[in-house]
């Protein structure tokens, strides 16, 4: 299956799972919109203290289709190695080039673990490359998870293209967010896309504590999601970052009440 449509949105993370924790219930509200919406994971997981890589994938296939994502690809980035290089930006130029998003959005520039961090730098700089019209991409490979078939694939037409907006999930880190977006309608699914993971997230015997049991997880993820959700006088939300300053033509529709 080929098309030639662009994507909306599209959401680019170092590991399987990541969009799900920060950002797949904005994904899903901009899909139930009627938007198209993609997700890039930028590595396959092998280096999982559980699970491996070929259950993680059918797992991602899984939240993919409870997000209503049009498109989802893994690129062969090593898993605990996601480096900025070249190499790797030319990789995810040609996906933005081929997917033409017109909302990226990309892990925060700062955290704890470095594949996230660095995430961010090289989507930012392979964003630059991709709007480079003298940068011929058709000789750089992509080596890709098979397609689910009902994801949609695009055709590799190549022309230089860069997204208008690029938004930054910030909730992997502390860090006040410049804006958040409502989840209540979709915070039940977006947490199922998230226990799709089953290798991750399967209860497990007591005593062992590496990964949360379900229960936890659901805790844990509701009180991130009703904090933000607070922060603005919603049920559940999640956390943004622009760069740029936001604008304004009227001030008596600006939402969220200060007094
Ligand atoms: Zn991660």
Redesign the pocket.
Known sequence: MTSSASLDVLAL???RD?VEQTCGGTLLKMAQGGYRTGILDLTRGEMGTRGTAEERAQEAAEAARLLQVSWRRALDLPDGRVENTWENRLKIARVIRETRPRVLILPYWQGR?P??YTTSILGYEACFLAGLSKLDLAATRLQVEPLDPHLAAFSAELEPHRPFKIVYATLYYDVRPGFVVDITAQFETRLDALLAYASQYKDQEPGKDLFPARAEVRGRVEALARFYGMLVGVTYAEPFLQKEVGLVDDLTAIPVKSI
């Open positions: 993370a170092a590991h990541d673990h594949d996230h």
